[in-house]
């Protein structure tokens, strides 16, 4: 925090004074400490110092994950109090999201309530990658944690060394049948991701573990998070079209207020996603996903977004990936898709 240089008056009574100052004696504070603590409480205002660090920072990481650190060594009864509110005055909006991403994904690991400054944070209209590389894009976009792509930041996780896990909430915040797909997926070695799109959802499947930066290998069939729902189906006595109905009820059905917007675990992710996110990886992933359902989606996502032309949708398509790193048929494709 800065140096104080302003004033702040209040009246109390004479009686209210001479408490103050006994409690301030007692605390071994001066006047304007103590009363300046009971209100700021430190967690409070070591969560303004370090938001203003990164604002200020030359080396914004570094300061995100001494930011991040901190969050996670915090306990769930101090953790609302000190993130009641964020100092944005004259923050970027790229700072901004940092921020609300990092304190979001710190309230998932600790289950705990999101504060409601967080949802007043508009999102990026543009991605922003955290490594300058275009090559490592596709990288980033399949690891970076749901609370910073849902603001469209795609970055490298941080790992704080200490506190609990900002990545895998208590067991209670999972449905049954997510945790047992999340187990089948690993079992098969796939990382699905499935997006809420105007009320559509999406599936985008990942080969987990991928060392390789070719896009093309990053991408595994949409079929086997299919078949692995239905493996799933079968062994719990789940409806056999519980995926689609499960995802929907999880993020705009619950009938009790939910700790964060989203699901990240191992292997599954369910959230609302940036549609041009979701077209990107469509497109990118034309090689693998080559069905029926593929197509659909892509359709419905060219409508939803109102692109009418291969140059609109490529164009879309570019903020993410380069043309190299797409299908070589991609834009022959697009076509037919949209004629």
Same mark, same amino acid.
């Not at 930011?67 to 790229?94: C, G, K, N």
């Not at 067991?171 to 690993?186: D, S």
């Not at 041009?276 to 892509?298: C, Q």
């Given at each position: 925090?800065?140096?104080?240089? %302003?004033?702040?008056?209040?009246?109390?009574?004479?009686?209210?004074?001479a408490a103050?100052? !006994?409690l301030?004696?007692q605390?071994?504070? %001066?006047l304007?400490?103590?009363?300046?603590?009971?209100?700021?409480?430190s #967690?409070?205002?070591?969560?303004?110092?370090r938001?203003?660090?990164?604002?200020?920072? @030359?080396?914004?990481?570094?300061?995100?994950?001494?930011?991040?650190?901190?969050?996670?060594?915090?306990?769930?009864?101090?953790?609302p109090?000190?993130?009641?509110?964020?100092?944005?005055?004259?923050? +970027?909006? =790229?700072?901004?999201?940092?921020?609300?991403?990092?304190?979001?994904?710190?309230?998932?690991?600790?289950?705990?309530?999101?504060p409601?400054?967080?949802? +007043?944070?508009?999102?990026l209209?543009?991605? &922003?990658?955290?490594?300058?590389?275009?090559? @490592?894009?596709? #990288?980033?976009?399949?690891? %970076?944690?749901?609370?910073?792509?849902?603001? #469209?930041?795609?970055?490298?996780?941080t790992?704080?060394?200490? $506190?609990p896990?900002?990545t895998?909430? $208590?067991?209670?915040h999972?449905?049954?049948t997510?945790?047992?797909?999340?187990?089948?997926?690993?079992?098969?070695?796939?990382?699905?991701?499935?997006?809420?799109?105007?009320?559509a959802?999406?599936?985008?499947?990942?080969?987990?573990?991928?060392?390789?930066? !070719?896009?093309?290998?990053l991408?595994? %069939?949409?079929?086997r998070?299919?078949?692995?729902?239905? +493996?799933v189906?079968? !062994?719990l006595?789940?409806?056999?079209?519980?995926?689609?109905?499960?995802?929907?009820?999880?993020?705009?059905?619950?009938?009790?207020?939910a700790?964060?917007? &989203?699901?990240?675990?191992t292997? @599954?992710k369910?959230?609302?996603?940036?549609?041009? &996110?979701?077209?990107?990886?469509?497109?990118?992933?034309?090689?693998?996903?080559? $069905?029926?359902?593929?197509t659909?989606?892509?359709? &419905? =996502?060219l409508?939803?977004?109102?692109?009418?032309?291969?140059?609109? +949708?490529?164009?879309t398509?570019?903020?993410?990936f380069?043309?190299?790193?797409?299908?070589?048929?991609?834009?022959? !494709?697009?076509?037919?898709?949209?004629?």
């Amino acid at each position: 925090m800065g140096a104080k240089t %302003s004033q702040l008056q209040i009246r109390v009574t004479s009686a209210q004074k001479a408490a103050l100052k !006994r409690l301030a004696q007692q605390a071994g504070r %001066s006047l304007s400490d103590f009363v300046l603590s009971s209100v700021l409480p430190s #967690h409070r205002l070591e969560f303004h110092r370090r938001v203003a660090a990164v604002a200020d920072a @030359l080396d914004r990481r570094a300061a995100l994950i001494q930011l991040e650190s901190f969050l996670s060594v915090l306990s769930p009864d101090d953790f609302p109090t000190a993130v009641a509110d964020a100092p944005f005055d004259e923050v +970027t909006p =790229l700072v901004q999201n940092h921020v609300a991403a990092s304190v979001e994904r710190a309230a998932y690991g600790l289950g705990a309530a999101v504060p409601p400054w967080v949802a +007043t944070v508009p999102t990026l209209d543009r991605p &922003y990658f955290g490594w300058e590389l275009r090559s @490592l894009r596709p #990288h980033l976009m399949r690891v %970076s944690p749901v609370a910073f792509k849902r603001r #469209h930041i795609f970055v490298a996780p941080t790992a704080p060394s200490e $506190g609990p896990s900002a990545t895998t909430p $208590g067991e209670e915040h999972v449905p049954e049948t997510f945790r047992a797909l999340n187990a089948e997926l690993a079992r098969r070695g796939v990382e699905v991701e499935l997006c809420l799109v105007g009320g559509a959802v999406m599936v985008v499947a990942f080969n987990a573990n991928a060392q390789t930066r !070719r896009v093309r290998a990053l991408f595994a %069939s949409s079929a086997r998070c299919v078949d692995a729902a239905a +493996t799933v189906a079968a !062994r719990l006595g789940a409806a056999p079209d519980w995926l689609n109905a499960s995802v929907r009820q999880f993020l705009v059905g619950r009938s009790q207020p939910a700790t964060a917007p &989203y699901l990240d675990t191992t292997h @599954l992710k369910v959230y609302e996603a940036r549609p041009e &996110y979701v077209l990107a990886m469509k497109v990118a992933a034309l090689d693998v996903d080559r $069905g029926p359902d593929a197509t659909a989606d892509i359709r &419905y =996502l060219l409508r939803f977004l109102d692109l009418a032309t291969v140059e609109d +949708t490529t164009g879309t398509v570019g903020l993410y990936f380069r043309d190299r790193q797409l299908p070589e048929d991609a834009a022959g !494709r697009l076509g037919e898709i949209l004629a």
